[in-house]
C-alpha cells in the first residue's frame, strides 16, 4: 500500500508537470496618446521558471509585461518553460485615436527607411562582427553617480591581482568618508585586475580631474575568460555598427575635401570677407547678400541637434566624440563649398527678381549637360519630394514639438496649451515667409547673430567658470578618441558617434543649404561657395563643440540614465542657476530660426514639382503653418521620426550629383582664385 501511494503521488507530479503549456494574453490601451500600449500574459502548465522573449527590445527576459508598445503594430513573444518547451503568440494593441493610427502606420515606413540609411555594409559582407562585446567587468564604489560628494580610498585588496574570482567572492574592502569600510564584491567570474594600489584615492568629488575623467570610479575590473556580448533586455546583441549613412556623408566630404584641394582650410580666410561684406556687389544678381544667406542656411542647421544631440553623442560615445566630431565637421566643409557652388551657377531668375535655385536645379540642367537628362530629372524628383516631407516633419513639427515640450518644461503653465502655443508660433513664422526670401533673410539675419551670441556666451561662460578643468577635459577627449574603453564600442564605437552626430547636425552633403544661398547676390558661383564653407565651422566645429565642452568641464558627460536636451540644461544649470530659462527660449528660436528656413527649402521643392507661380507658393506656405499647429498640439512619434530620415536621404540624389560635376566646381574655383589674385572681383572701396 506504502509503494502504491508512493507511485500515484508519482505519478501526479508528472501528470502536473506534463500539462501543455498554455499563453494566453490581454492588450491595454492605455490612452489617446501614442506609444503607451501594455500586453500582459497568462502562463499555465509546463514547467516554472518561465522565459518570455519579447521582439520589444525593451522587455527584459524575465517580465509577462510589455508596456510603452506602438498601437497598431504586431508583437511577437517566445515562451519558454524550464524544460524547453516553447509556445510563440503575437498580440497588437487596437489603434484608437488618429494619432495612434498615424503613428503605427508610420513606424514600418521608419524601419524600411532605417532598414537603409542605417545598413551596415561592412557587417553585411563579413568584414567585422557588428555585435558589441565586453571582455572585461568594470567594478567602481558603490551607488556611484557624477553628483557624489565623498571620497574613497582603496583601504585593502582581499584576492590578489591577477587571481580568479566567482560572482559575490569578496575581493576588497574601501573606505569612504561618509560611511567608513566597505566590503565589495565580485560582479563577474574571471581574472581580476587591480587598477589601483593599496592606500591609493579611488575617487574624490573635490579632485576635478576625477571629476572629469571617464571612468575614474573604477577601481578594479574582472577580465572575462571569453569575451561576452552585450545584449538589450530582451536578449538580443548590442549591435554597434558603422551606418551606411554616416560613410556616405564622411566619404563624400572626404573625397570633396581632396578634389577641392583642402578648401576648408586654405579658402577660411577668404570666406570670412565675404561674409563682412567686402565683396558685396549691389548690382549682382540675386535676392539677398552673402551674410543673409549664411544667416538663413545656419539658421536651417543650427538648432536642437546642437544642444540634445550633442549631449546623446557625448553620452554615448563619452568624451572622446568631441574630437571626431570636429573632424567631421571640418572635412563637412569642403561639401558645403561644391553644393551651394552648384546651387547659385544653376540657378534661375525669373523676371520679377525670384530666384529658383538648390539641388533641383543642379541635378537636373547639370546633367543634362552631360546627356544625362532623364538621370539627372530623376534625381532631381527624388530630391524634391524628400525635401517637401523633410520639411514638413523634421524642419517644421519636430522643432515646434520639441521647443514646446523645452518650454513647458521651464513654465509649467503652458503645459496643456500646445494647440495654442503652435497657433502663436504659425503667425510669427507666417509673418516672416509670407514675405518670401528678403524677409526671412532680415530675420535670420538678425536672429542667428544673437542667439547664437547668448549660447556661445553662456557656454563660454561657464568654461571659464571651470577653466581649472581645461588640462583633465581635453585629456578625457584625446584619450577618450584614440584609446576609449569597450563600454564606448572602442575607438570604432566613438568614432562613429562622433561623425554621426557632426553630419546630422550640419547638413553637409544634404543639399538643403543651397537652396538658401542660391539666392545671394553674386556674379561668381564660387564666391557662395567659400561663404557656405563657413556653415559647417559655426554649427559643428563652434556651436556643437562648445555644448560638448560644456558637458565635459561640468562632468555631466558621466551621467546615465539621461540624455539630450534635459542633459544640457542640468550642465548650463549646475554653474549659472537660472540659465535654463534662457536656454528654453534660445530653444525657441533655435526652432523658430529653423523652422522659417526650411519652410523656404520645402518651398523651392514645391514649385519644382508643382510649378513656380505665387499661387503655388502660398498653397505651401499654408500647409506649412497647418503643419506647425499640429507638431506643437500632437504627439506624432513615428511620423516626425520618418520625415527626420528623409533630410538624411536628401543626400543621396545629392552627392551622386556633386561627383559627377566635381570637376567643374574644381575648374570654376580655379578661375575663380585667378581672378581673386588679379583683383579682378569687384570689392567694395575701403573708406580712409
Same mark, same amino acid.
Request: hydrophobic letters at 45%.
Given at each position: 500500500?506504502?509503494?502504491?501511494?508512493?507511485l500515484?503521488?508519482?505519478? %501526479?507530479?508528472?501528470?502536473?508537470?506534463?500539462?501543455?503549456?498554455?499563453?494566453?494574453?490581454?492588450?491595454?490601451?492605455?490612452?489617446?496618446?501614442?506609444?503607451?500600449?501594455?500586453?500582459?500574459?497568462?502562463?499555465k502548465?509546463?514547467?516554472?521558471?518561465?522565459?518570455?522573449? &519579447?521582439?520589444?527590445?525593451?522587455?527584459?527576459l524575465?517580465?509577462?509585461?510589455?508596456?510603452?508598445?506602438?498601437?497598431?503594430?504586431?508583437?511577437?513573444?517566445?515562451?519558454?518553460?524550464?524544460?524547453?518547451?516553447?509556445?510563440?503568440?503575437?498580440?497588437?494593441?487596437k489603434?484608437?485615436?488618429?494619432?495612434?493610427?498615424?503613428n503605427? #502606420?508610420?513606424?514600418?515606413?521608419?524601419?524600411?527607411?532605417?532598414?537603409?540609411?542605417?545598413?551596415?555594409?561592412?557587417?553585411?559582407?563579413?568584414?567585422?562582427?557588428?555585435?558589441?562585446?565586453?571582455d572585461?567587468? /568594470?567594478?567602481?564604489v558603490?551607488d &556611484?553617480?557624477?553628483? #557624489?560628494?565623498?571620497?574613497?580610498?582603496?583601504?585593502?585588496?582581499?584576492?590578489?591581482?591577477?587571481?580568479?574570482?566567482?560572482?559575490?567572492d569578496?575581493?576588497?574592502?574601501?573606505?569612504?568618508?561618509?560611511?567608513?569600510?566597505?566590503?565589495?564584491?565580485?560582479? =563577474?567570474?574571471?581574472?581580476?585586475? !587591480?587598477?589601483?594600489?593599496?592606500?591609493?584615492?579611488?575617487?574624490n568629488?573635490?579632485n576635478?580631474?576625477?571629476?572629469?575623467e571617464?571612468?575614474?570610479?573604477?577601481?578594479?575590473?574582472?577580465?572575462?575568460?571569453?569575451?561576452?556580448?552585450?545584449?538589450?533586455?530582451?536578449?538580443?546583441?548590442i549591435?554597434k555598427?558603422?551606418?551606411?549613412?554616416?560613410?556616405?556623408?564622411?566619404?563624400?566630404a572626404l573625397f570633396?575635401?581632396?578634389?577641392?584641394?583642402?578648401?576648408?582650410?586654405?579658402?577660411?580666410?577668404?570666406?570670412?570677407?565675404?561674409?563682412?561684406?567686402?565683396?558685396?556687389?549691389?548690382? %549682382?544678381?540675386?535676392?539677398?547678400?552673402?551674410?543673409?544667406?549664411? =544667416?538663413?542656411?545656419?539658421?536651417?542647421?543650427?538648432?536642437?541637434?546642437?544642444?540634445?544631440?550633442?549631449?546623446?553623442?557625448?553620452?554615448?560615445?563619452?568624451?572622446?566624440?568631441?574630437? &571626431?566630431?570636429?573632424?567631421?565637421?571640418?572635412?563637412?566643409?569642403?561639401?558645403?563649398?561644391?553644393?551651394?557652388?552648384?546651387?547659385?551657377?544653376?540657378?534661375?531668375?525669373?523676371?520679377?527678381?525670384?530666384?529658383f535655385?538648390?539641388?533641383?536645379?543642379?541635378?537636373?540642367?547639370?546633367?543634362?549637360k552631360?546627356?544625362?537628362?532623364?538621370?539627372?530629372? =530623376?534625381?532631381?524628383?527624388v530630391?524634391?519630394?524628400?525635401?517637401?516631407?523633410?520639411?514638413f516633419?523634421?524642419?517644421?513639427?519636430?522643432?515646434?514639438?520639441?521647443?514646446?515640450?523645452?518650454?513647458?518644461?521651464?513654465?509649467?503653465?503652458?503645459?496643456g496649451?500646445?494647440?495654442?502655443?503652435?497657433?502663436?508660433?504659425?503667425?510669427?513664422?507666417?509673418?516672416?515667409?509670407?514675405?518670401?526670401?528678403?524677409s526671412? =533673410?532680415k530675420?535670420?539675419?538678425?536672429?542667428?547673430?544673437?542667439?547664437? @551670441?547668448i549660447?556661445?556666451?553662456?557656454?563660454?561662460?561657464?568654461?571659464?567658470?571651470?577653466?581649472?578643468?581645461?588640462?583633465?577635459?581635453?585629456?578625457?577627449?584625446?584619450?577618450?578618441?584614440?584609446?576609449?574603453?569597450?563600454?564606448?564600442g572602442?575607438? /570604432?564605437?566613438?568614432?562613429?558617434?562622433?561623425?554621426?552626430?557632426?553630419?546630422?547636425?550640419?547638413e553637409?552633403?544634404?543639399?538643403?543649404a543651397?537652396i538658401? !544661398? @542660391?539666392?545671394?547676390?553674386?556674379?561668381?558661383?564660387?564666391?557662395?561657395g567659400?561663404?557656405a564653407? /563657413?556653415?559647417?565651422?559655426?554649427?559643428?566645429?563652434v556651436?556643437?563643440?562648445?555644448?560638448?565642452?560644456v /558637458?565635459?568641464? #561640468?562632468?555631466? !558627460?558621466?551621467?546615465?540614465?539621461?540624455?539630450?536636451?534635459?542633459?544640457? @540644461?542640468?550642465?548650463?544649470?549646475?554653474?549659472?542657476?537660472w540659465?535654463?530659462?534662457?536656454?528654453?527660449?534660445?530653444?525657441?528660436?533655435?526652432?523658430?530660426?529653423?523652422?522659417?528656413?526650411?519652410?523656404?527649402?520645402?518651398?523651392?521643392?514645391?514649385?519644382?514639382?508643382?510649378?513656380?507661380?505665387?499661387r503655388?507658393?502660398?498653397?505651401?506656405?499654408?500647409?506649412?503653418?497647418?503643419?506647425?499647429?499640429?507638431? %506643437?498640439?500632437?504627439?506624432l512619434?513615428?511620423?516626425l521620426?520618418?520625415?527626420?530620415?528623409?533630410?538624411?536621404?536628401?543626400?543621396?540624389?545629392?552627392?551622386?550629383?556633386?561627383?559627377?560635376m566635381?570637376?567643374?566646381?574644381?575648374?570654376?574655383?580655379?578661375?575663380?582664385?585667378?581672378?581673386?589674385?588679379?583683383?579682378?572681383?569687384f570689392?567694395?572701396?575701403t573708406?580712409?
Amino acid at each position: 500500500m506504502k509503494y502504491f501511494l508512493i507511485l500515484m503521488s508519482c505519478m %501526479a507530479l508528472t501528470l502536473g508537470y506534463s500539462q501543455d503549456l498554455t499563453v494566453t494574453g490581454k492588450t491595454y490601451n492605455v490612452s489617446k496618446d501614442i506609444n503607451n500600449g501594455v500586453i500582459e500574459l497568462t502562463v499555465k502548465g509546463g514547467v516554472e521558471p518561465y522565459t518570455y522573449k &519579447w521582439s520589444n527590445q525593451s522587455t527584459p527576459l524575465t517580465s509577462k509585461r510589455a508596456q510603452g508598445l506602438v498601437e497598431g503594430i504586431p508583437y511577437s513573444v517566445v515562451v519558454t518553460d524550464a524544460a524547453g518547451n516553447s509556445v510563440t503568440k503575437e498580440f497588437e494593441i487596437k489603434a484608437e485615436s488618429i494619432t495612434e493610427i498615424f503613428n503605427g #502606420t508610420m513606424t514600418p515606413a521608419v524601419s524600411a527607411l532605417g532598414s537603409v540609411l542605417f545598413w551596415d555594409p561592412f557587417a553585411a559582407i563579413g568584414i567585422y562582427d557588428p555585435i558589441a562585446y565586453a571582455d572585461t567587468k /568594470l567594478i567602481g564604489v558603490p551607488d &556611484w553617480s557624477n553628483e #557624489t560628494q565623498d571620497r574613497f580610498v582603496l583601504k585593502k585588496w582581499l584576492k590578489g591581482d591577477g587571481q580568479n574570482v566567482l560572482v559575490g567572492d569578496d575581493i576588497a574592502v574601501i573606505t569612504s568618508d561618509k560611511d567608513g569600510d566597505i566590503t565589495i564584491k565580485a560582479t =563577474a567570474k574571471g581574472k581580476l585586475i !587591480h587598477k589601483t594600489a593599496e592606500g591609493k584615492v579611488i575617487y574624490n568629488s573635490e579632485n576635478q580631474e576625477h571629476v572629469i575623467e571617464q571612468g575614474a570610479h573604477y577601481f578594479a575590473e574582472v577580465k572575462y575568460d571569453e569575451p561576452i556580448a552585450m545584449v538589450h533586455p530582451n536578449g538580443d546583441p548590442i549591435i554597434k555598427g558603422i551606418p551606411f549613412i554616416v560613410i556616405w556623408l564622411v566619404l563624400g566630404a572626404l573625397f570633396f575635401t581632396l578634389r577641392m584641394g583642402f578648401i576648408n582650410i586654405r579658402g577660411f580666410r577668404h570666406s570670412i570677407d565675404l561674409a563682412k561684406g567686402k565683396y558685396d556687389d549691389p548690382d %549682382a544678381p540675386g535676392q539677398v547678400t552673402h551674410f543673409q544667406a549664411l =544667416a538663413t542656411a545656419v539658421s536651417g542647421t543650427v538648432g536642437l541637434g546642437n544642444i540634445a544631440g550633442v549631449a546623446v553623442a557625448v553620452s554615448l560615445g563619452g568624451a572622446g566624440a568631441t574630437f &571626431w566630431m570636429i573632424v567631421c565637421g571640418l572635412l563637412g566643409m569642403s561639401s558645403k563649398f561644391v553644393e551651394c557652388t552648384l546651387g547659385v551657377k544653376y540657378r534661375d531668375i525669373l523676371p520679377d527678381g525670384r530666384v529658383f535655385g538648390g539641388p533641383m536645379n543642379y541635378l537636373r540642367y547639370g546633367l543634362e549637360k552631360r546627356n544625362m537628362k532623364g538621370f539627372g530629372k =530623376a534625381l532631381a524628383g527624388v530630391f524634391a519630394v524628400l525635401a517637401i516631407g523633410a520639411s514638413f516633419g523634421g524642419g517644421n513639427m519636430f522643432q515646434a514639438n520639441q521647443s514646446f515640450e523645452q518650454l513647458a518644461g521651464q513654465f509649467p503653465s503652458l503645459a496643456g496649451n500646445g494647440f495654442w502655443f503652435g497657433v502663436v508660433t504659425a503667425i510669427l513664422v507666417g509673418v516672416v515667409i509670407i514675405g518670401g526670401i528678403n524677409s526671412i =533673410a532680415k530675420v535670420t539675419g538678425k536672429v542667428v547673430p544673437i542667439m547664437a @551670441s547668448i549660447y556661445i556666451v553662456a557656454a563660454l561662460a561657464v568654461i571659464i567658470m571651470n577653466i581649472q578643468n581645461i588640462g583633465p577635459a581635453f585629456t578625457a577627449i584625446f584619450e577618450g578618441a584614440f584609446n576609449p574603453s569597450a563600454l564606448k564600442g572602442g575607438i /570604432l564605437g566613438v568614432l562613429v558617434v562622433g561623425f554621426q552626430r557632426a553630419a546630422f547636425s550640419n547638413e553637409a552633403g544634404v543639399g538643403s543649404a543651397a537652396i538658401a !544661398h @542660391s539666392t545671394a547676390k553674386t556674379n561668381n558661383p564660387p564666391s557662395e561657395g567659400f561663404v557656405a564653407l /563657413l556653415e559647417p565651422f559655426i554649427d559643428t566645429v563652434v556651436v556643437c563643440t562648445l555644448t560638448a565642452l560644456v /558637458l565635459i568641464f #561640468t562632468g555631466m !558627460h558621466e551621467v546615465e540614465g539621461m540624455a539630450g536636451a534635459q542633459l544640457t @540644461s542640468d550642465a548650463f544649470g549646475s554653474q549659472i542657476t537660472w540659465f535654463p530659462y534662457v536656454l528654453a527660449v534660445a530653444v525657441f528660436l533655435f526652432a523658430f530660426s529653423t523652422m522659417i528656413s526650411w519652410s523656404y527649402y520645402g518651398m523651392r521643392a514645391w514649385t519644382y514639382l508643382f510649378g513656380k507661380s505665387k499661387r503655388s507658393e502660398m498653397i505651401y506656405k499654408m500647409l506649412f503653418l497647418i503643419f506647425v499647429v499640429v507638431g %506643437a498640439s500632437v504627439s506624432l512619434g513615428a511620423v516626425l521620426d520618418f520625415s527626420d530620415m528623409m533630410i538624411l536621404a536628401m543626400s543621396f540624389p545629392n552627392i551622386i550629383g556633386l561627383y559627377i560635376m566635381s570637376g567643374e566646381v574644381k575648374a570654376d574655383l580655379n578661375s575663380y582664385l585667378q581672378k581673386l589674385r588679379s583683383n579682378q572681383l569687384f570689392k567694395k572701396a575701403t573708406v580712409k
